[in-house]
Structure formats: C-alpha cells, structure tokens
C-alpha cells in the first residue's frame, strides 16, 4: 500500500504533516512539513532563509532558484514534502560576507545587479551553470541564464561576471 | 493552493492503485501541476508522488532504439550522449524549450501531460470548456494570439505547448502506459488528441493509467534534421510555430522527409499524406512550398492570430531548407540559418 501519511508513522507529527529530512546548507534537519508548502516557502519562512527570494511564485523569473543535490530548480515549483533526503544548497550556503563565492565576487566586480532581488537566484543559477559544463562561450552563457529575469537589465555585466568564473575554473 | 491528501508510492502498482479516482493527479516533476493548482485550475483531493518510482532511466531496446523513462528530466535526456548522438532532433527540440531549471525538473512524461497555455484556461474567472466542459470559450473572439489554426473546434481552439512531443512526432515513438487494466503502448500520434466536442481530454491516456516510458524506434537523422522554433523572445518561451523536420536524402533526392509542426494545434500537427509530396523530389523551394501548402491545408486565422498561417508556411520552407544541407538550427547561437 502507499504511505499513508496522513497516519503517519511519527505519534507526535501533526495530521496532515509529513516528516521530512533535509540538508539545508550543510546542516540536516528534520520537519513536519505540511505536503502543500513548496521548498521557497518552508525556506524563507520556516527556516529563515530569506536569501532566495520570491519573484513571480509561478517558475517564470528564476528568483527562487536553489541548487538541489547540485542542480538548479526553481524552488517555488517543489513541494517540500517531495525531496525527502535531498541536499540543498541557497545562497547563504555558497557564501557569506567576508567569505564570498568567486561568483558573488564577480558580480559585485561587473556590476551584476541594480536593485539585487534577481542576484541571489542569478548567482544559484549560475553555479548549477557550472556544475552542467555544457556554457563557455558567451552565446552559451546568455542561453543558459535565460531562466532567470533581471528587470533592472544588468544582462550583459551578469554574463560578464559569469564568463569571468568560468574563465578562472577552466 | 487547496490542501490534499498526499502518498508515495514505493511501486509502479502501487502508484496505479492510489490512483484510481477522480480528483486524484500523480506528481513527478511539479513544473505545470504545480503551478495550476496555486492558480486554482487544478484542485487534487489526492497527490500521488511518483518521484520515487523506477522509471528514471534511459536503456536501450532491441533493435538499436531507446526507452526513455517516464522520470528521467527534460535536461538529462537532452544531454544523455546516446540522444544527443542518435537523437540529436530530439535533443535540440527539448533544449529549445522553457528554461535550464524548469527543464532540471520537469519530467519526460511531465512533458508529455502537461496542459495548454491558453490565458483562458488559466483565468478562473472566465469560462473555458476545457477547465469547466460547457462554460463556453474565451479565446474565440477574445485575445487569440497564441491560439491554434489548424485542428480547433467550436468549443477550443487551446494548442499544446510541447516543444518535445513534436520532434517524438517526427521520430515516430510510442508512450508506454500502464494502468488499473495493464500495460499498453500508445503511438505518439495517437497520444494525443484534437479538442472535437470533449476539449477537456487532451490525450488518450484512460483514467488511472500512468505513462512509464517513451520508445524511440532506431532512426539514422542525425544530419538532415532540424527544430526551428519561431516566438516572441528568443529564449525562454513558447512557441508561436515551430517546426521539426527529419529527413533523408540520397543521390540529390528527398528519399523521406517528416514534418511536425508545434505552437498551431491541440497536438503537434503531422501528414503522412502530405510527406508523399516530397518524397523523390530534388530539395527546392517550390518543392518545399507546395509541401508546405498541404500540410497547412485547412488552416483558420482566430483573428490576431492570423499572421501565424504565413509564419507557419515560411517556417515550414525555412526548416525543410536547413535540414536538406545538414544545417540544423542551434539553439544558442539564434541567427536562423
């Protein structure tokens, strides 16, 4: 039979809550997590981790991306409930004040923003760029950022800044 | 969003027996359900998720083709070497659509049952025949830009938004189900379907059933091939027309050419018949326009989307071009060849 969670096998979890374990920035945790919060939410509001920000709410603009186990997804189009077990990584987990990310660096280097709301998921964004390898022109970088709006318009300094990590990795 | 009932089924019969009922929906990659239900469009009592089942990855078939599971997302089998070299439309088609995490998550039987885009299927506060069978139509006589031109009814002329199921039309793959009666295997051409008088079923799919797989039979279109994608941004959107096209050509002459066209129907939109034209002709414009006229035989303009008739014929001839000299659109450098 299917887990009936609603019965769920913890005595103490609220009904109609699902005990749920996840690796947030390194530091596993473990919730009763009702299954209609998406992983922005239950970010930003149950973990306070305001960093990834909600732009549209409808996987339009990429403010909310996070990496999952690596990968970039929105995090507004997940039910937390679903990624049971998975490693999540926001941008307090890339870097920090004194200890950014060579991505964080960059942006702030080329002038990679105005108004800042888009920079949290351009830069998670950006590191799962990374992480696929498939950009290294700047056609193939402009592609593949494409998810993820900027509507003060700092587009070409976000490519320049992206090029400029990937130039130092390569 | 409402609230639901939520499980995880451990196995594919698992999965199959809860999802027996109406209101009930499986969730795998949560791109489109998602986003319908906290518009309201969707409202699941039950919501089965099916990211844990087996079906995640891409095995080969006897015979030389590919299965593709039904949970493998859109980016990992754009990426998988054996598609990018055996299926190389395929791949182009899957990397022309939504945006790199949207692709991470989305699934490929995601792609498959994902709904229309129409405005008026996502505006509960107007009547639509595919969200509320019998509240009439928006989009006829509303605003229509995006809006199908051939296959419509009188009660929907929504198109499907797939960037992927057109270039499996050309490839000629079958979608693997299985529900509370079995296992069947579904030709992509049958999988879904035109709106007719019952525009609220966009596919074949029988309640409860579940898509497992996609069937790639062995194909050798891995130069004469292309998938140009005509929209208003050129990233990141969806298309108005686009147009996939495999081909072979031998000694000078098309020995087969197929021809699917996405963002212009209920389904993407593909004529056997049409293909006759081209076979054993020399590559030409005329040739390619005469193809072009039958295969968009029939066409109606809804109003504002009328231009997307004389779109559809010159991408058409366009795309046939591209693909005769091995020249097949990329999709990161735009400049259209």
């Not at chain 2, 055996?86 to 989305?106: D, E, T």
């Not at chain 2, 108005?240 to 021809?259: F, H, K, P, Q, Y």
């Not at chain 2, 046939?320 to 999709?331: D, F, G, M, R, V």
């Amino acid at each position: 039979m299917p887990t009936a969670v609603n019965t769920a096998t913890y005595a103490a979890v609220p009904i109609g809550t699902v005990p749920t374990t996840l690796t947030i920035n390194g530091e596993t945790r473990t919730r009763a997590i009702e299954p209609w919060t998406t992983l922005l939410d239950l970010l930003r509001e149950g973990e306070d981790l305001i960093g990834t920000k909600k732009g549209c709410d409808h996987g339009q603009c990429g403010a909310c991306t996070v990496l999952i186990d690596e990968r970039r997804i929105n995090s507004c189009l997940k039910l937390a409930v679903t990624l049971d077990g998975a490693d999540i990584t926001t941008i307090e987990g890339l870097g920090q004040p004194g200890d950014l990310h060579p991505l964080q660096s960059a942006f702030c280097n080329h002038d990679a923003f105005q108004c800042g709301y888009c920079t949290p998921g351009q830069i998670c964004s950006a590191q799962g760029l990374i992480n696929e390898g498939k950009a290294k022109t700047r056609d193939e970088v402009r592609e593949l950022m494409s998810g993820n709006l900027c509507r003060c318009g700092a587009y070409s300094n976000i490519v320049d800044a992206v090029l400029d990590v990937i130039g130092e990795q390569a | 969003m409402n609230r639901f009932d939520y499980a995880r089924p451990a196995s594919v019969a698992e999965a199959v027996q809860a999802g027996a009922g109406e209101q009930v929906r499986f969730l795998a990659g949560g791109t489109n359900l998602i986003d319908l239900m906290k518009e309201n469009v969707d409202r699941p009592t039950t919501v089965i998720d099916i990211n844990r089942l087996p079906l995640n990855a891409i095995e080969e078939l006897d015979g030389g083709g590919l299965r593709l599971g039904a949970l493998v997302p859109n980016a990992e089998t754009a990426w998988d070497a054996r598609v990018e070299q055996r299926y190389p439309l395929l791949s182009s088609a899957i990397l022309a659509g939504a945006s790199p995490q949207l692709r991470n998550a989305a699934t490929n039987g995601g792609n498959l049952n994902q709904r229309t885009r129409c405005y008026y299927f996502y505006d509960v506060a107007t009547p639509c025949n595919k969200r509320e069978p019998g509240s009439g139509c928006g989009a006829i006589g509303g605003v229509n830009r995006i809006h199908a031109i051939l296959g419509a009814s009188d009660q929907c002329i929504a198109t499907h938004p797939s960037d992927m199921c057109v270039a499996l039309a050309v490839l000629d793959a079958t979608v693997q189900v299985t529900g509370p009666e079995g296992d069947r295997a579904i030709p992509i051409a049958d999988y879904h379907r035109l709106p007719g008088d019952e525009p609220w079923r966009d596919n074949t799919l029988k309640p409860g059933e579940l898509v497992t797989g996609i069937d790639l039979p062995a194909e050798d279109f891995t130069q004469t091939y292309t998938y140009l994608k005509l929209r208003d941004r050129l990233s990141y959107a969806f298309a108005l027309v686009s147009i996939a096209v495999a081909m072979r050509v031998e000694d000078g002459t098309i020995a087969e050419a197929r021809v699917a066209l996405g963002g212009v129907a209920h389904k993407p939109w593909r004529s056997t018949e049409a293909e006759k034209l081209l076979k054993g002709q020399h590559p030409s414009p005329q040739a390619f326009g005469t193809f072009a006229d039958a295969l968009l035989a029939g066409a109606v303009g809804q109003g504002e989307n009328d231009f997307k008739i004389p779109l559809a014929r010159k991408g058409i001839v366009r795309a046939l071009k591209q693909a005769a000299e091995a020249t097949p659109q990329s999709q990161t450098d735009k400049r259209v060849a």
